[in-house]
């Protein structure tokens, strides 16, 4: 079973910055790709960043440039530094890490973390 954590969310001002951390505790199991989403009031939940264990990245468009990514693959961590952060960026932040399972890909979350930008 893996059980996923997040935290580092709050409130900063547009231009400011934030740093969260996802650990997956995953005893005997294997992570593979680790990410980060997002989700809006009103809005579905986004991909914003993702991680994969052989150290692919992707991100989001609307976060390329100014959000990274890293990842300690020992530590089953996940980091995402976010800088010159904008209103739209105000949403819960979700880590998920993803494990094999018998049928298929398990896709586990966490309990989600705040972000909120004041203009």
Known sequence: QV????????????????RLSCTASAR???????GWYRQAPGKQR???????????????DSVKGRFTISRDNAENTVYLQ???LKPEDTAVY??????????????????????????
């Open 3 to 18: 059980h996923v954590v997040e935290s580092g969310g709050g409130l900063v001002q547009a231009g400011g910055s934030l």
């Open 28 to 34: 005997n199991i294997r992570i593979n790709v680790m």
């Open 46 to 60: 986004e991909l914003v960043a993702t991680f994969t264990s052989t150290g692919n990245t992707n991100y989001a």
């Open 82 to 84: 976010m800088n010159s």
């Open 94 to 119: 979700y880590c998920n890490a993803e494990s094999p399972s018998l049928y298929g890909t398990k896709w586990n979350w966490g309990q989600g973390t705040q972000v909120t930008v004041s203009s």
